[in-house]
């Protein structure tokens, strides 16, 4: 049979791309090599009867006319705000906890600093500003100053304009946002430690960076793009996990005719003259098509599943220089009881369970745990996310059980002068030992875990260097340079081969964006 496309990994950008192809009368194949759907968005059941989001955790960035498009409410797809949404304990006893009403908001900073309850309005409202700017720029391919299209230049014109009527102020606070360290841009605002460790987590999350490392204060600004149910800004669990975004993806693909194989892992992309043909799985099999689309990484894609000789040079040289540098380790535990915090005490579930538990006391404590990780090991005092959605959806774990999630900052890929195989248990019992100094009863409470490292991460979820995102979302990695500079459309210097996943611009997290904009390159094309 020849399809008119092939898709590579059924992830969320995959599964929505296939979605949107098949809704225009496309007849569409997506091979999964894991043999469960969804990549990093996904839902396992890792230990018998207790549900994780193994990787990806919470939702705010997928985009809301995806939702409406493939009708994915009506598929199962359900959303659980989190209120608060995030507490922040301190080793002082005092707590930070923050959500989506400003004056509750103002309430709780103003226990650490009047003068910052006063600013911070005005440090949201300037966000919303540029996310107001930004955010359009996510619904199709970046416009390329290198092409010479009369469009690109046309599109750059007017953001140009557009830029110049917000005025100098604005501008200043773009440029801020696009260069700064996350650290640097809240000195600019706050006063108040407890205030600037909480919100300066946003600004590392996924990056093999430090909170004063320039650049991060975009990534900050990446996790405050996004909306729950058309509440700006409201981070939420998927109930059932993040798995079921994908399963209620995969339904609407599903009833539109797609056709998806799970176990078939590609071994290489075809291609003849110049064209992607179709793709040989590792078993032997083999599909044809009118175009291919990857959404897995640019080196998988490139250095992996294609020759040298199918590409040329300078865009080989190109993605072979990719940052795909990773400090991210994800820890999924079994609790037998909900932790009882020093600065907020009690073993039912309270507003400190249901939001994002941020261990994190100082910016200071951040850079110094990126430090261990920058020069080959992993923080001896790690920053801590952490999340137990059980606390709010009952379909998580048994009843009296919870499970949590902590995202762990910082770990090195490899370890300079020892292995994983003998540190991972050290690690992950450092973990324990720092949760359990703010919450005694942590320790034991703790029935069962996984820890994955970076090179976890990779192995498990086809992630190179662990990295979350599918390449680094530094300055010269984004917009028209993702994946590389002069091929931002979705389009490859092999004919018909697409580019559809977080390579793609805009670039990381759960956005379903790089497969909603590829799918409208691709049906332009075949």
């Known amino acids: 049979m020849l399809y008119d496309a092939i898709i590579i990994g059924a992830g969320h950008n995959g599964l929505v791309c296939a979605a949107y192809l ?34 990806s955790y919470v939702n705010s960035l997928f985009r809301p006319e995806i939702i409406s498009d493939l009708k994915l409410k009506s598929f199962g797809l359900e959303f659980i705000p989190r209120q608060p949404a995030s507490f922040s304990p301190f080793p002082d006893g005092s707590y930070l906890m923050l959500g989506s009403d400003l004056v509750e908001n103002q309430k709780e900073i103003a226990k650490f600093s009047e003068k910052d309850a006063e600013a911070f309005p005005k ?4 966000l919303e500003r540029i996310v107001q700017f930004v955010e359009p720029t996510w619904a199709s391919p970046p416009p390329d100053p290198l092409n010479g299209s009369l469009a690109d230049m046309i599109t750059m014109g007017k953001m140009g304009l557009e830029a110049k009527k917000l005025g100098p102020a604005f501008l200043q606070d773009a440029a801020d ?29 996924g990056a093999m960076a430090g909170p004063y490392s320039p650049g991060t204060a975009y990534v900050l600004l990446h996790h405050v793009l996004g909306e729950t149910d058309g509440a700006r800004g409201v981070w939420a669990y998927v109930r059932g996990g993040m798995g079921g975004l994908s399963n209620a993806i995969a339904a609407s693909c599903e009833s539109l005719g797609v056709e998806i194989k799970t176990d078939a892992s590609v071994a290489q992309i075809l291609t003849a003259h110049g064209e992607a043909t179709g793709v ?21 894609t490139f250095e992996r599943l294609m020759e040298p000789d199918q590409l040329p040079e300078e865009f080989l040289a190109a993605v072979k220089n990719i940052d795909y540098k990773s400090s991210t380790a994800k820890m999924n535990l079994v609790l037998n009881e909900l932790p009882d915090f ?31 990780c920058k020069y080959g090991w992993y923080s001896q005092n790690p920053m801590l996310e952490c999340t137990i959605q059980s606390a709010v959806d009952d379909t998580m774990a048994p009843a009296g059980r919870h499970v949590m999630s902590i995202f762990c900052q910082y770990a090195s890929y490899s370890l300079k002068g020892a292995d994983w195989a003998d540190e991972k248990p050290k690690f992950a019992n450092r973990i324990i030992d720092v949760l359990t ?3 005694p009863n942590f320790r034991n409470s703790v029935e069962n875990f996984e820890l994955l490292t970076p090179a976890d991460i990779e192995s498990i979820f086809g992630l190179t260097g662990g990295n979350i995102f599918q390449g680094s ?9 993702r994946p590389v500079s002069g091929w931002s459309g979705h389009k490859t210097p092999v004919r018909n081969l697409f580019v559809a996943g ?25």
């Open 342 to 372: 020093i600065a907020a005490p009690g073993k039912t579930v309270g507003p400190q369970h249901k939001g994002t538990i941020h261990i994190s006391p100082t910016v200071e404590y951040l850079e110094r745990a990126f430090d261990d």
């Open 502 to 526: 977080s390579a793609a611009h805009p670039g990381g997290g759960v956005t379903g964006a790089p497969g909603h904009n590829a799918s409208r390159v691709i049906l332009k094309a075949i």
């Open 280 to 300: 040989v799985l590792e078993n032997g099999d083999e599909f044809k098509a009118k175009c291919v689309v990857t959404t897995v990484d640019a080196h998988m």
């Open 22 to 55: 098949a809704n225009a009368g496309k007849k569409v194949l997506v091979l999964e090599r894991r043999h469960l759907l969804g990549g990093a968005a996904v839902t396992e059941e890792i230990f018998p009867g207790f549900k994780f989001s193994r990787a």
């Open 473 to 481: 979302m530094n300055l010269n990695q984004l917009a028209f340079m």
């Open 177 to 205: 946002i696009f260069t700064l360290s996350a650290a640097d841009l809240l000195d600019r605002w706050f006063e108040s430690e407890e205030l600037k460790s909480t919100l300066v987590t946003d600004g590392v999350i």
């Open 437 to 439: 100094e703010f919450a």
């Open 123 to 126: 440090y949201e409202a300037m």
